[in-house]
């Protein structure tokens, strides 16, 4: 389930905010948190993070940090970062802003993160083009994502679930193709891990622009 509402009307929804965090926590139990450790402990500099939701990585920064921009499009998610901001290891600023038009200008950040948050943006491919933009040329793109499974059996039922699960989880796709939308952006892999014995649906990595 996609942790942001990119691409949202301006009032975004309260009620899935709400929800948000009970929702998630046996996925995060099962496996995602383990990534998240992951992330933060290779990030550095300063660090944009694109949907950051209800905050759910921002515990997990480590002092190489030097600030976090967490940005997210829905004000209600937001406004529940703001205590784990408030909580978090390195200074953190929470900026409500559409991953598809960022507010920022070219090459400002050392490390951009995306968590659970390129399923649900309309549009992933031109959020992964801002990103590129505004990151610098030596930096580096930190995700965990839960994308369309190897397994064929798996795909199809992904694929059939999308269109009604969308609808009721926030714009979220279960049957995304997130390594090909983030090598399109012009980025390089540079490690891959997936869920599964690399077949399954969670992925985590570290990519460099070309």
Known sequence: MGERRMGQSKGGNPLFAAVYDTI????????????????????????????????????????????????EVDPHMLKRAGDKAAGARVPVVLREADAQRLP??????????????LCTIPDARAALAETRRVLRDD??????????????????????????????????HLNRDTVGAVEAAGFRLENLWRSGKRRGSIIQGRAVPR
Not at 32 to 42: L, S
């Open 24 to 71: 998630m926590r046996p996925l995060e139990a099962w496996s995602v948190r383990g990534q998240r450790r992951r992330i933060g402990d290779a990030a550095r500099g300063r660090v944009l993070e694109i949907g950051a939701g209800t905050g759910a990585m921002l515990g997990y920064y480590t002092p190489a940090v030097t600030e976090v921009v967490a940005t």
């Open 104 to 117: 920022f200008g070219d090459s400002e950040f050392d490390t951009a993160v995306v968590a659970l948050s």
């Open 139 to 172: 930096g580096q793109l930190l995700f965990v994502e839960h994308v369309r499974s190897l397994r064929p059996g798996v795909a199809r039922v992904q694929d059939a679930v999308t269109p009604v699960w969308k609808r009721i989880a926030g714009g979220c």
